[in-house]
Nanobody
Framework: QVQLVESGGGLVQAGESLRLSCAAS????????MGWYRQAPGKQREEIAI???????NYADSVKGRFTISRHYAKNTVTLQMSSLKPEDTGVYYC???????????????WGQGTRVTVSS
């Protein structure tokens, strides 16, 4: 079993910062890609930021220059530092990880339960 547990959501005002964290635990052989997705009210879930096992990062255009994703490989954690938050950043943020549980197994996507971020204007 693999679990992803997020923390750090909350209510902030526009222009403020917030830090989200996600910890992966359980039967993990190797974590490849980790990332954050967002689902705004009434919209589909979208990719916000990802970081690969080689530390390459990719960001959605809407958050470039404001959000920073980082990863602690030994602790199996990923963090999303969000700055200059806007009301349109409101949504439920989900942690995602592409994980191999055995050396011979395929990679599977795992998801956290989500943490809510609300940005007031």
């Amino acid at each position: 079993q693999v679990q992803l547990v997020e923390s750090g959501g909350g209510l902030v005002q526009a222009g403020e910062s917030l830090r989200l964290s996600c910890a992966a635990s359980g039967n993990i052989f190797r974590i490849n890609r980790m990332g954050w997705y967002r689902q705004a009210p009434g919209k589909q879930r979208e990719e916000i930021a990802i970081i690969t096992s080689a530390s390459s990062t990719n960001y959605a255009d809407s958050v470039k220059g404001r959000f920073t994703i980082s990863r602690h490989y030994a602790k199996n954690t990923v963090t999303l530092q969000m700055s200059s938050l806007k009301p349109e950043d409101t949504g439920v943020y989900y942690c995602n990880a592409l994980i191999k549980t055995q050396w011979f197994s395929a990679d599977f996507d795992y998801w956290g339960q989500g943490t809510r971020v609300t940005v007031s204007s």
